[in-house]
């Protein structure tokens, strides 16, 4: 379902696979936020890499437990997250669903690494 990966810790890694049920969405935001926040408090902001390349389409309900996660993810000044998915299709669409320039969808999980810590040195608490 998820994986947190304490292996960065200048990064918030998860890596979800599979279909989930409500509980699962809920119990994985928790965890989320929870992550997020302890990074913001040692750091002044956050950057969170999810790989998604495992991951199935999900019910409806399921992904309108997500409807408040860009705001989860990139509430402080310099905040970043990005989202890693399996195809270009996926890439596409995540793309549409991204409004802020400070969340990116991408296809390699290299790539997103590379982008959430380039500009690390920019990034000032709120």
């Known amino acids: 379902m998820y994986r947190f990966s ?3 810790g200048n990064v ?4 979800t696979t599979g279909f989930w049920d409500i509980a699962t969405a809920r119990a994985y935001l928790a965890e989320l936020r929870r992550r997020v926040t302890e990074m913001r408090e040692r ?4 950057l969170v890499l999810v790989d998604g390349r495992d991951s ?3 019910a409806q309900e399921v992904m309108e437990e997500f409807t408040d996660l860009e705001s989860l993810l990139i509430a402080a ?7 890693v998915v399996a195809d270009s299709l996926a890439k596409m669409q995540g793309q549409r669903l991204a409004t802020s320039n400070r969340l990116k969808v991408f296809l390699s999980p290299t790539a997103a690494h590379t982008w959430l810590t380039a500009y690390e040195g920019t990034a ?3």
């Open 6 to 8: 304490d292996d960065d």
């Open 124 to 126: 000032r608490a709120s």
């Open 77 to 83: 000044e310099g905040d970043r997250a990005a989202y």
């Open 12 to 15: 918030v890694k998860v890596t």
């Open 43 to 46: 750091r002044g902001y956050a």
């Open 56 to 58: 199935t389409v999900q």
